[in-house]
């Protein structure tokens, strides 16, 4: 348990996609829930420096950001969301990126990533428009790692004012006819 809620300890330790459902319908407000992390700074001396702090406390990621680090279904992502739309506009504190950020830095890594970066577009469009940690622009993160048209021209759409990437993709599509 560790001082955290049944559904983020499910999502932290491998509960199945229907386990972690069950308890969100059990409790929806679980999906808000922000624990405190004082139980890993007292087993990690260097975990201050890896989270962000709030007054005298640390504070860990949201369910919708374990669900993303941990490579969740859509439908899981889609029930965090449901439960707590707000999700995808707050930093994890441990990565400092938005959840898309977070999706984006793994897109390589899952073949559904583009479907998860849509789903949390979506949900929060801001989010094409801030920085990542890193500086970039998401549109700029898809650019490089050769993302679909369909994400890249609705990252586009959510920003138009992107970077030369988001222009040169812009031309690219238009000249083979997909718009």
């Known amino acids: 348990y560790n001082g955290r809620l049944p559904l983020t300890s499910s999502l932290q330790m491998g509960g199945t996609d229907d386990e972690v459902l069950a308890l969100l319908a059990a409790y929806p407000q679980a999906a808000e829930d922000k624990q405190d992390d004082l139980n890993d700074s007292d087993n990690n ?38 439960a ?20 984006l830095e793994d897109a390589l890594k899952r073949p559904e990533a583009e479907e998860v970066i849509l789903l949390l577009l979506n949900a929060y469009p801001q989010a094409a428009k801030e920085k990542m940690k890193d500086g970039r622009l998401p549109i700029e993160v898809c650019a490089k790692n050769k993302a679909s048209e369909g994400l890249m021209l609705a990252l586009y759409k959510a920003n138009p004012k992107s970077r030369v990437e988001g222009l040169l993709f812009l031309g690219r599509i238009l000249s083979n006819g997909s718009l």
Do not use: C, F, W
């Open 84 to 103: 707590y739309p707000d999700a995808a506009k707050k930093k994890n504190p441990q990565t400092r990126n938005l959840p898309m950020h977070d999706a």
């Open 45 to 82: 001396p260097d975990a201050e420096s890896e989270t962000l702090q709030e007054g005298d406390q640390l504070l860990s990621p949201l369910p919708l950001h374990y669900a993303i680090i941990e490579m969740r279904s859509q439908k899981v992502l889609n029930a965090l969301l449901d």
